[in-house]
């Protein structure tokens, strides 16, 4: 799991969307989020959450509303288009990404 990691990881670092399949870009990013689920993170603002992937959909514990796919692909591109350098969850511009956020971070794909 830590080689799926480590692509994305370079992906980010070398601000590389224009060589990789978009398709495989988010079966890979939701693989490696798949092996997250359960795991607790906390928000900026120190609450802690888990969430669960079901289908196309992250479901956050402390939310009623998904996260859907394409809404954290596209944050993911967000993040990768700023080479890693975001200074909260708000640059991720997408909703839901006051969970991306640390969840990217965590996985160190965000440079502080």
Do not use: C
Request: charged share 25%; proline share 3%; aromatic share 10%.
């Amino acid at each position: 799991m830590k080689k799926m990691e480590e692509k994305l990881k370079k992906i980010v670092e070398e601000q590389n969307l224009e060589q990789e399949n978009p398709e495989e870009l988010a079966l890979l990013l939701w693989q490696v989020l798949k092996q997250y689920e359960q795991v607790e993170f906390q928000t900026v603002k120190g609450l802690a959450f888990t969430y669960v992937i079901k289908g196309n959909e992250m479901f956050i514990d402390r939310k009623e509303k998904s996260i859907t796919k394409s809404s954290v692909l596209l944050a993911f591109q967000n993040l990768v288009k700023q080479g890693g350098i975001i200074s909260g969850p708000k640059k991720l511009g997408t909703f839901g990404a006051s969970y991306l956020y640390p969840i990217f971070m965590e996985l160190g794909w965000i440079v502080e």
